[in-house]
């Protein structure tokens, strides 16, 4: 069975800084993405990262997010820099257990974190 385990989140204030873990049970060079949903909004794309150590990043967070994995520990990170109360939300992140290039839309990822929160205050 798939597991993935957030942590890292928390407050900070605009131009801080947080980085968020995801530890994955099992990890076998699948596809894993970053998603995020604030209070009251969809829930959209943030991040991914392939086997290959291929990137996507969504264009609201280009310059400031980046993702990256730690193959030995099976964990994924998300670096955030220079964060925004725009940033706000409850993180996940998610596998779809599958090989090759990934995706920003949550269509596909079966498998979910239990979200870790992200509170950016001005």
């Known amino acids: 069975q798939v597991q993935l385990v957030e942590s890292g989140g928390g407050s900070v204030q605009a131009g801080g800084s947080l980085r968020l873990s995801c530890r994955v049970s099992?990890?076998?060079?699948?596809?894993i993405g970053w998603f995020r949903q604030a209070s009251g909004k969809e829930r959209e794309g943030v991040a991914t990262i392939d086997g290959d150590g291929g990137t996507i990043y969504a264009d609201s967070v280009k310059g400031r997010f980046t993702i990256s994995k730690d193959n030995t520990n099976n964990t994924v990170y998300l670096q955030m820099n220079n964060l925004t109360p725009e940033d706000s939300a409850m993180y996940y992140c998610?596998?779809?257990?599958?090989?090759?290039?990934?995706?920003?839309?949550?269509?596909?990822?079966?498998?979910w974190g239990q979200g870790t929160q992200v509170t950016v205050s001005s």
């Open positions: 998610a596998t779809s257990r599958t090989l090759g290039r990934c995706w920003l839309v949550e269509t596909g990822y079966k498998y």
């Open positions: 099992g990890y076998n060079r699948w596809c």
